[in-house]
C-alpha cells in the first residue's frame, strides 16, 4: 500500500442512545479502490458521511493526506479533496446540468482549478459519464441513470483526491452498472482514491482491491474480496447462522 | 462587458430623469404615490435576496423594515433632528447588524420553522420598541420636517429622489448578487443545502451574508419612512402587512432573478396605489390577497417565469 490518504482511526457515532458505528478503523492508500459493505442499517453511509462532514462524530479521528480534517467543515473538506456522491442523486434542480458541474468548480476546486475556461473543463467532465451532449438541459428532468452520471460528474468536478460513492448504482440495470464502473475505473486511473459503497456484489467484487465489511457499526472483517468471500463472520453476518 | 454598461446605463437614466421629475411636476400627490411603490419595491428585492435566491421564506420582514424606521427616530432624538441622510446611511448597518445576528441564531432551522422564528423576531423587536420611551413606547413618535431644504421645492421631492437612489441601490445590490458567484451558491443551497455544502460551498457563510443584505436594504427601505409619514408608531411600523408585501412582490414578479422583484415592485405597487386612492384603502388588501393567490396557483414562478416560458414555447415552435 502506498502512503495512506485517510486514515479513519477508533471512530464512533451515536444518535441519541443508539451506537451507528462502533470504533471503527478505515486507511486507504493513495490510490487505492476499496469496497465498502454490509447488511442495512450497519452504518455504511454514516461513515460516509463522516468521512465527507456531512455529520460530526464524537469520537475518533478522522486524517486526511496527513491533516486532522474531524472537525472541519464539509465544504472546507470539499475543498482539500474529500468528495462525495449520495445514495439518492440531489441535483441542484433549478440549474441545467452544466451549471450543477460549476458549483463545485467555482467552490470545492477553486483553488485547484486548473487555467483555461470553466465550460470547457465543465465539458471534459461530462464526457467522462457520456453528458456532454445535453449539457444544457435542465437537470431536473434526467432519468435514474442519467441523474447518477450527473452526481458522479458533479463530483469529478470538485477535482477530488479521495470520491466517497454511496451506492451509485442501486437500481441500475445490469448493462448500466457496466457502464458506471467503467467510469469509476476510468476516475480511479487518473489518481483518485475510491471509496465505493454498493450492495450489488459483482459490481463490489470486479470493482474493489480491498474490502472492509460493517456490521451493526462495528468493522468485522478488512481484506482482499477473497478474504472476503471466505470469512465466517462475513457468511453469518450476512445469513444468520 | 457591453450587457453590464448598459445596466448602468439605465441606471443612470432612470436617475436623472427622476432629478428631472422633481424639476418639471409639482402636484405632490405624485411623489407620495411614486415613493409608496419604490418603497414597496425596495422590501420585494430585500426580501428576495434571502427567500428567493436563498429558499429561506422570511416574516420578519416588519421588523427589519421599522428597525431602520426606529434607528431614524432615535437619532432625531440624540442629536435634535440630524440630516436624514445619516441615518438612511446608518440604519442598514443597524439593521444589516440584526439581519447578523437574526441568521447567525436561527439559520440552523429550516423551513416552517424558520419563517416562525422570524415572525418571532420581529415580534421581539416591536415589544422592545413599546417599552422604549426615548423613541416614543407605544404612544407613537412625531417628526417635524425640516423646513429649509436646498435644492428641492418641498421635502417629499427630496424623499422621492432619496428613496429613488435607495431603489436603485437595492437593484444593483440584488443583481450584483444574483449573477455573481456568490448568487450561484446561494442557488445551490436553495436547491440542496447538503448537497451544495459536500460540493464546497460554504453555506453557513453565504446565508449570513443573504440575511445582512437583507436586513440592510429592510432597514433602508425603512429609514426615510418617518419623514414620509411624519408620525411613527409601532402597530403601523412592525404590521404584518409589510411582510405580506413583501412576500407578495417577488412572488408576483418571479423569485428566481434580480429582476423579478423590480417587475412585481412595479405592477403590484401601482395597483395598489391606484386602489387606494380610487376605491379604498379596504379593498387595496383583498385586491393583494386574490392577484397573490392567482400568481400561486397558476404562475408559481411569476411574471419573470411566464415570459421564460413563452420563449421556450416559441422556440420550440420554430425549431
Known amino acids: 500500500m502506498t502512503e495512506p490518504i485517510l486514515v479513519v482511526t477508533n471512530l464512533t457515532k451515536r444518535f441519541g442512545g443508539f451506537v451507528a458505528l462502533d470504533e471503527v478503523d478505515v486507511s486507504l492508500g493513495g490510490n487505492e479502490r476499496l469496497g465498502l459493505i454490509g447488511p442495512n442499517g450497519s452504518g455504511k453511509t454514516t461513515l460516509i458521511n463522516c468521512i465527507s462532514g456531512a455529520l460530526f462524530n464524537e469520537q475518533g479521528k478522522v486524517n486526511f493526506e496527513g491533516n486532522d480534517v474531524t472537525g472541519t467543515a464539509a465544504s472546507n473538506r470539499a475543498k482539500l479533496g474529500i468528495v462525495r456522491t449520495f445514495q439518492i442523486p440531489r441535483p441542484f434542480r433549478s440549474m441545467t446540468i452544466i451549471e450543477n458541474l460549476e458549483i463545485p468548480m467555482k467552490y470545492a476546486a477553486s483553488d485547484r482549478l486548473g487555467s483555461g475556461h470553466v465550460r470547457e473543463q465543465a465539458m471534459e467532465s461530462l464526457e467522462v459519464v457520456g453528458l456532454q451532449d445535453r449539457a444544457d438541459e435542465n437537470s431536473a428532468n434526467l432519468t435514474q441513470i442519467d441523474m447518477r452520471r450527473l452526481e458522479l460528474a458533479r463530483a469529478l468536478s470538485a477535482k477530488p483526491s479521495l470520491l466517497l460513492s454511496d451506492e451509485t448504482m442501486a437500481g441500475l440495470s445490469s448493462s448500466e452498472v457496466d457502464e458506471v464502473l467503467d467510469i469509476l475505473f476510468a476516475l480511479n486511473e487518473r489518481g483518485v482514491a475510491v471509496i465505493m459503497i454498493e450492495h450489488i456484489m459483482r459490481a463490489v467484487m470486479k470493482y474493489s482491491e480491498r474490502i472492509v465489511v460493517l456490521d451493526a457499526g462495528k468493522k468485522i472483517a478488512d481484506g482482499s474480496p477473497d478474504e472476503i468471500v471466505n470469512n465466517r463472520d462475513v457468511e453469518r453476518a450476512y445469513l444468520g447462522e | ?319
Open chain 2, 1 to 319: 462587458m457591453m450587457k453590464l454598461n448598459k445596466f448602468w446605463l439605465v441606471i443612470a437614466v432612470v436617475f436623472l430623469a427622476g432629478i428631472g421629475f422633481t424639476v418639471v411636476a409639482d402636484n405632490e400627490f405624485y411623489f407620495y404615490t411614486t415613493y409608496a411603490v419604490m418603497q414597496l419595491m425596495i422590501m420585494g428585492i430585500a426580501w428576495n435576496i434571502l427567500g428567493g435566491f436563498t429558499g429561506y421564506v422570511n416574516f420578519g420582514s416588519g421588523g427589519f423594515f421599522a428597525a431602520g424606521a426606529y434607528t431614524t427616530v432615535f437619532l432625531h432624538r440624540l442629536f435634535d433632528g440630524p440630516p436624514l441622510l445619516i441615518a438612511v446611511l446608518v440604519a442598514p448597518i443597524v439593521c444589516g447588524l440584526i439581519g447578523l445576528a437574526v441568521g447567525y441564531f436561527t439559520l440552523r432551522l429550516k423551513g416552517v420553522y424558520f419563517a416562525i422564528a422570524t415572525l418571532a423576531v420581529a415580534i421581539i423587536l416591536e415589544t422592545v420598541v413599546i417599552n422604549w420611551e426615548f423613541v416614543g413606547g407605544a404612544g407613537g413618535y412625531y417628526l417635524l420636517i425640516p423646513e429649509n431644504i436646498v435644492f428641492f421645492d418641498s421635502y417629499i421631492e427630496w424623499l422621492f429622489t432619496l428613496i429613488l437612489a435607495i431603489t436603485l441601490i437595492a437593484i444593483a445590490v440584488s443583481r450584483y448578487l444574483n449573477s455573481s458567484k456568490i448568487g450561484q451558491g446561494l442557488a445551490a443551497i436553495r436547491d440542496d443545502e447538503l448537497a451544495a455544502e459536500c460540493m464546497g460551498v460554504p453555506t453557513l457563510r453565504l446565508k449570513l451574508i443573504s440575511t445582512t443584505v437583507m436586513g440592510g436594504l429592510m432597514g433602508m427601505a425603512g429609514a426615510p419612512f418617518p419623514y414620509f409619514i411624519t408620525f411613527v408608531e409601532p402597530v403601523s411600523a412592525f404590521n404584518l402587512l409589510i411582510a405580506v408585501n413583501a412576500i407578495a412582490v417577488p412572488m408576483i414578479g418571479g423569485t428566481a432573478s434580480w429582476i423579478g422583484p423590480v417587475i412585481g415592485g412595479l405592477l403590484l405597487g401601482t395597483i395598489q396605489e391606484t386602489v387606494t386612492v380610487n376605491i379604498s384603502s379596504e379593498l387595496n388588501m383583498l385586491i393583494v390577497g386574490v392577484v397573490l393567490v392567482g400568481f400561486i396557483s397558476l404562475a408559481p414562478q411569476g411574471i419573470v417565469g411566464l415570459y421564460q416560458d413563452f420563449i421556450r414555447k416559441r422556440r420550440k415552435r420554430n425549431d
